[in-house]
């Protein structure tokens, strides 16, 4: 899910990605900072950064912009996230890692 997350002059963080799941649906998706990636190239769930709400189309895809409120607490790391559909409220396992620059 995320591709890219900038940590900006102010000291927050901009996170942009792209989900790809099932078509026409409502997801939360939670994202997660972390100090490193698992043997898998996942991270975990270390620091909740923050939520946002995104809608697939009919092509199954939607891409998505985060900035978080507040700093990144982390100076360096990754960033992960996991996407809820919010009916029936499944949710994914945590994504591969984006690196924190």
């Known amino acids: 899910m995320p591709r890219s997350a900038r940590r900006q002059a102010d000291g927050t963080l901009r996170v942009s990605g792209t989900l790809d799941s099932t ?15 698992d043997g898998r190239g996942s991270g975990e769930g270390e620091q909740v950064v923050g939520s946002l709400p995104v809608s697939t189309a009919a092509s199954k895809v939607v891409s998505f912009t985060f900035q978080p409120p507040g700093r990144a607490l982390l100076a360096s790391g990754v960033v992960t996230a996991t996407a809820t559909r919010t009916s029936p409220g499944d949710t994914s396992e945590l994504s591969a890692c984006a690196p924190l620059s």
Do not use: K
Request: aromatic share 20%.
């Open 23 to 37: 078509p026409q649906s409502a997801f939360e998706l939670d994202v997660y900072v972390w100090s490193r990636c």
